[in-house]
């Protein structure tokens, strides 16, 4: 089955900037899509970034558009979210998710990105800005 971990979670200053990477593992197919999202205390769970594969096109919701940059490495098995311009809003556990129910012919993914879309998850890294 996938296996995803997240890492990369950590305490920035607002402003600041952090690295998010998940490392995953167990597909079985080269279609599939990997997004973050995130979760704040009594907010629901928001996806903020997707990307899908093979072909590699990134997706952003308004919320970060602008601020993060999603990027995958195959050949690493590796996915990431750079994330600048960090503020306290930010504040979040961030989810690593796979969908692995698609194929090229997939529509391009739309915001708000549903959750139970995705059939797997990592168990989430924290990140907190301070302001």
């Known amino acids: 089955e996938v ?3 997240e890492s ?3 305490v920035v200053q607002a402003g600041g900037s952090l690295r998010l990477s998940c490392a ?3 597909f079985t197919s080269d279609d599939y899509a990997l997004s973050w999202f995130r979760q704040a205390p009594g907010k ?3 996806g903020v970034s997707c990307i899908s594969f093979p072909n590699g096109l990134t997706y952003y919701a308004d919320s ?3 601020r993060f940059t999603i990027s995958g490495d195959r050949d690493k098995n590796t996915v990431y979210l750079e994330m600048n311009s960090l503020t306290p ?3 979040a556990v961030y989810y690593c998710a796979a969908d692995t129910n698609r194929n090229s ?4 993914p739309t915001f708000p990105l549903l959750p139970y879309e995705y059939d797997y998850w990592g168990q989430g890294t924290q990140v907190t800005v301070s302001s």
């Open 64 to 66: 970060v558009k602008g």
């Open 89 to 91: 809003e930010d504040t």
């Open 44 to 46: 629901e769970r928001e």
């Open 24 to 26: 995953a593992s167990g």
């Open 105 to 108: 012919f997939a529509p391009a």
């Open 3 to 5: 296996q995803l971990l």
């Open 8 to 10: 990369g979670g950590g």
